[in-house]
């Protein structure tokens, strides 16, 4: 695979996996929150979707080394998103239950490649000081095991 060189290209690289592990991230939180309402069949379909994506995780990575990671990548969202509206179309818990295994499919395709698409995007030198650069995220009242530094903490406890 070649390496993006340009800025442009690292950045586009960053954006979209960011947006595509957001999508999964924010896909598992809906339902976890919807559970509680509806929760026999969203049971069933929180397992297909969580079993498919354990299952076939590893799977996604082998796929990735074979077919190229951008290629695969790009095959993984796709599911992910047919799944999505298939889940939306869904006239019933059978068919919900479906299309949120091959969603949970999707899913593992794009983790691990988005993964490996950002290291391969951004050196070890480069990625260190973006982490760096982001410590200040630590310093956020939700991160911070304290909670007592930083612009995360409360007006009563800085001025203790």
């Given at each position: 695979m070649k390496e993006p060189t340009e800025k442009g290209?690292?950045?586009?690289?960053l954006a979209l996996t960011s947006v595509a592990s957001l999508m999964v991230a924010l896909d598992a939180l809906v339902v976890t929150t919807a559970l509680s309402t509806i929760i026999e069949t969203l049971q069933r379909t929180m397992n297909a979707y969580n079993l498919s994506f354990a299952v076939l995780l590893l799977t996604g990575?082998?796929?990735g080394d074979r077919f190229g990671r951008r290629r695969t990548f790009v095959a993984g969202l796709g599911l992910f998103v047919a799944a999505s509206a298939a889940c939306v179309l869904a006239g019933s818990a059978g068919w919900l239950i479906a299309a949120r295994a091959v969603q949970g499919a999707g899913a593992a395709l794009v983790?691990?490649?988005?993964?490996?698409?950002l290291s391969a995007a951004f050196p070890p030198?480069?990625?260190?000081?973006?982490?760096r650069d982001l410590q200040w995220l630590d310093r956020a009242g939700s991160l911070n095991p304290l909670g007592t530094r930083g612009f995360g903490a409360s007006e009563g406890e800085r001025l203790r």
């Open positions: 290209q690292k950045t586009w690289v990575a082998a796929l983790m691990p490649l988005a993964i490996a698409l030198h480069v990625a260190r000081q973006g982490a």
